[in-house]
């Protein structure tokens, strides 16, 4: 399942990298005013470009946290063949873990951002994965073997159980925070006639969002891939029955995909977090029908086309906010989902289902 | 070495299997013959309580088997070769060997797998090969070999002829000979009652769930009724 995709995403970047540097130059988007620029570079980018290119980066952002969202909702889906509504709400305790772990931090008197970030991270993780676990043991358990719909109406409880519970604990008000990172990384300064200047930055915070990103999406794909927990992991999604005969403790390694998840699900949470320094008892809602859509686009069921479709609706988003009606960027997610299913009702990646008799 | 008292399987309001009695002493192999939907199968997947007899017992080597989960009567030394085979195909045939082996030490690994490899030559090259992508007696091969590897005192087998070409089944049978000889004990479920004769010590026959007959495999053979009904004689 997801051998082929992960190894070539890698090239996708190689690729991109190679258009940006060698191809884009030549094109009309740029224009040749020569020894101009401060940078020291003969070319200057259009406006239009830079601007291009920003959006980019935040769709990339954005698309990065979908991915780790999306990856537990197609693991599970992958094993259990069911939809954990549940885990945008796993994503939105992550957040609260974060923003607790970080005020018992700074109560403590620690404020050093890179003593601080993995603690917070290392903390959500943890106590997430238990609520995974839990929720697993608690609520999906009994019901294996019953109807599809049982399980799914029982998520939706969870979830609708978890956001209630959370509000009477934190309040319902917006939480906001003081951003650990505020500096950028300036990749380009333009200058523009009688305005400041236009700048191409990254947020430090976005590249932890992204080197995080990747960092987990490695270690998952040799989780999943190279080690026996992943192989049984495989094996139990592939057939879950004969596993067990051939003796695999399946429940345990359901509850580990549970667990995996959650992890995943609390460093998008503690990292969106960091980088939007707004958290509230809702936002799972909204990530969860994200990253629904994004493991539904890649294929469910599919670890590659979760992150792909993460990336291709946070990338759409960011692409529709930054030149169409802000307002209507959920529906630009939404309408490309349902045309990509039109003409492929498996996803991206996905594999038409067979069901035998 | 195995012992079925009594068992009764039930799916919802259909019996598949009812009252029904088994025993195997270790190194022997046993067929159970019958028609399509006779219960053959539920029978010997209710080793695994998959799913579990609503009545009866089942004895391996003292164990009562119908109290434990399934996961863990795959560790007591019984592995299965199951009916259309159950490979997992979107792995690598040595993935599959591996997830038979997975409740074994790493170390006699290397050994096993060159045990299954010499049993059944042709997947030594296949080994990387998704098992998917096998021809139907290969993937046959590999279900034999995944549930050799487990080391079993008793291997259950499923149908292990359907559907493959007549000179594969000739192989796969030799194979088994093999395998028993070597000291494991056999449990055949066959609907071609034939080669199931053939093979087998002791044999039953289960007609619509019940176990109708048994006795040496010699003896049924030479049985007018089951000549008639199961081996096509006039």
Redesign the interface.
């Known amino acids: 399942m997801p051998t082929a995709v992960f190894a070539s995403i890698p090239n996708g970047f190689v690729l991109l990298g190679f258009w940006l540097v060698y191809l884009l130059p030549s094109s009309p988007l740029f224009q040749r005013v020569d020894g101009v620029h401060a940078v020291g570079c003969f070319w200057i980018m259009s406006l239009t470009l830079l601007y291009f290119c920003q959006q980019l980066l935040n769709g990339l952002t954005l698309g990065a946290v979908y991915a780790l969202v999306a990856i537990g909702y197609t693991m599970v889906y992958g094993i259990l063949g069911m939809i954990n509504f549940a885990h945008g709400d796993i994503y939105m305790i992550g957040a609260f873990l974060g923003v607790l772990t970080l005020g018992v931090l700074t109560a403590l008197g620690i404020t050093a951002p890179w003593l601080v970030l993995p603690v917070m991270l290392v903390m959500a993780c943890l106590i997430t994965a238990g609520y995974g676990s839990a929720i697993e043991r608690l609520a999906y358990r009994p019901l294996r073997g019953a109807p599809r719909l049982a399980p799914l109406i029982t998520a939706i409880g969870v979830s609708i159980f978890l956001q209630n519970a959370v509000q009477q604990l934190q309040g319902a008000r917006v939480q906001t925070l003081q951003p650990l990172f505020t500096s950028n990384l300036v990749l380009w300064q333009q200058p523009v006639a009688g305005q400041p200047d236009f700048t191409l930055a990254i947020g430090h915070s976005q590249l932890l969002i992204w080197g995080a990103t990747l960092f987990c999406l490695a270690c998952l794909s040799w989780l999943i891939n190279r080690s026996s927990v992943g192989r049984a992991q495989r094996a139990v999604a592939q057939d879950l029955k004969m596993a067990a005969i051939l003796g695999v403790p399946t429940d345990r390694v359901i509850g580990t995909t549970f667990v995996l998840g959650s992890a995943l699900a609390a460093v998008a949470g503690v990292l969106v977090m960091i980088h939007y320094g707004v958290v509230d008892f809702m936002i799972g809602f909204n990530a969860s029908l994200k990253a629904f859509a994004a493991a539904v686009l890649g294929g469910i069921g599919s670890l590659s086309g979760a992150v792909v479709g993460g990336l291709i609706i946070g990338l759409v988003e960011a692409l529709w906010a930054g030149y169409l009606p802000g307002e209507y960027k959920d529906m630009a997610a939404f309408s490309l989902l349902i045309l990509v299913l039109l003409v492929r009702p498996s996803g991206l990646f996905g594999r038409p289902e067979v069901s035998k008799v | 070495m195995l012992r079925m008292d009594n068992i009764s399987v039930h799916y919802g309001a259909i019996a598949a299997v009812e009252q029904a009695n088994l025993t195997l002493a270790a190194g022997q192999i046993v067929a159970v013959i019958g028609a399509n939907g006779a219960g053959k199968s539920s029978l010997l997947m209710s080793l ?1 309580n ?1 799913p579990r007899p609503v009545e009866g017992t089942v004895w391996f080597e003292g164990v009562n088997l119908t109290r434990l ?7 007591l030394g019984i ?2 070769v ?1 009916e259309g085979r ?1 490979i ?4 690598s045939v040595l ?1 599959n060997l ?3 082996a ?2 074994q030490p790493k170390t006699h690994w290397q050994q096993d797998l060159e045990q299954v490899t010499s049993l059944f030559p042709v997947l030594a090259s296949r080994l990387g090969q998704m098992a998917g992508t096998l021809s139907g007696g290969e993937q046959q091969m590999v279900a034999i070999a ?1 549930a050799l590897v ?1 080391r079993p005192r008793l291997l259950v087998l499923d149908e292990p002829s359907l559907g493959l070409a007549p000179i594969i089944v000739q192989q796969i049978f030799a194979a088994l000979r093999q395998v028993n000889r070597q000291g494991i004990s056999l449990l055949l479920v066959e609907q071609n009652a034939h080669l199931a004769l053939q093979l087998a010590d002791q044999a039953y026959v289960m007609q619509t769930g019940r176990m109708v007959m048994q006795g040496s495999a010699d003896s049924l053979r030479q049985n007018p009724h089951v000549q008639q009904f199961y081996l096509g004689m006039a």
């Open positions: 695994f998959q989960p399934t996961h863990r009567i795959g560790r592995a299965c199951p159950r997992f195909p979107r792995m993935e591996q997830m038979g997975i409740h995944r487990a």
